[in-house]
């Protein structure tokens, strides 16, 4: 226990250490990026300093180092944003996750009326939804975020490697836009079912009934007959004893 509560108290005086030092190191961050940027652009115009351009060659450079900082301002504020949706869903989604699994049973009790089990489908099929849509919302921020580290990013293995991460997050945004279709759908065919499968019941239970309603019919029908053979030989003996006496 002493151990974890050090832990604790180390990572909340990180998280400290952080936020404060957060905005001096954006502006370094800002600073360098600029720099970078400006000198990408130097280079990349130099042609137009050659041929005398001078100031489309400046508005090059300038426009490169204005594009570094709004970069880097968009890298913070995406992994921010990432950090914010991050901590948020981590305990959403565990309550979620159980929700699916306690309606998924109640959903699968026969012994409940339509109602409760619809009900209980129902939200099923919005805790589901809901995890899907974090995971999406997670996809979507990480891409912005490559995509705005891609843009300050000189180095020209890192800048391969980003674009195939960029690739990959934007593959697994349209995986999981596919999942939320393939959830709404399936949503629908689980209430159908359900109505289905009570309805199957209620059939089963009515024709078990009639059927019991039937042989108990039957069976009385049987017993009149019984009774009324039973009268009729009582008669015929009654009726012989009287020819015997006459």
């Known amino acids: 226990a002493t151990g974890i509560g050090i832990l604790v108290i180390a990572a909340a005086a990180l998280v400290e250490l952080f936020t404060n030092f957060e ?6 961050d800002s600073v360098m990026n600029a720099i970078g940027g400006a000198v990408n652009a130097l280079v990349e115009s130099f042609d137009k300093l050659l041929s005398g351009d001078i100031s489309g060659f400046f508005s090059d450079v300038v426009d490169g180092a204005s594009n570094a900082i709004d970069a880097t301002n968009d890298l913070y504020d995406a992994n921010e944003r990432l950090f914010e949706l991050q ?3 981590i305990v959403q989604n565990a309550k979620l996750k159980a929700s699916v699994e306690e309606n998924l049973k109640i959903a699968a009790d026969t012994t409940l009326s339509l109602d409760q089990r619809l009900e209980a489908q129902e939200k099923v099929n ?9 995971e999406r919302q997670l996809a979507a921020v990480e891409l912005e975020r490559l995509e705005a580290e891609l843009a300050i990013e000189n180095n020209y293995k890192t800048r391969r490697e980003l674009e195939i991460q960029i690739e990959q997050t934007t593959a697994n945004l349209i995986n999981i836009e596919a999942a939320l279709n393939r959830q709404r759908l ?5 209430e159908r079912e359900i109505i289905a499968q009570d309805k199957a019941l209620k059939e089963a239970a ?14 009385r029908e049987e017993s009149v007959k019984e009774r009324e053979d039973s009268l ?15």
């Open 23 to 28: 905005k001096p190191l954006k502006i370094v």
């Open 87 to 89: 901590r948020a869903t």
């Open 126 to 134: 919005g805790s589901t939804e809901k995890l899907i849509d974090n």
């Open 186 to 190: 399936d949503a629908a065919k689980s």
């Open 206 to 219: 009515a024709k078990e009934e009639l059927n019991l309603i039937i042989e108990v019919a039957k069976a």
């Open 232 to 246: 009729k030989k009582i008669t015929e003996a009654l009726q012989s004893e009287n020819r015997k006496e006459v």
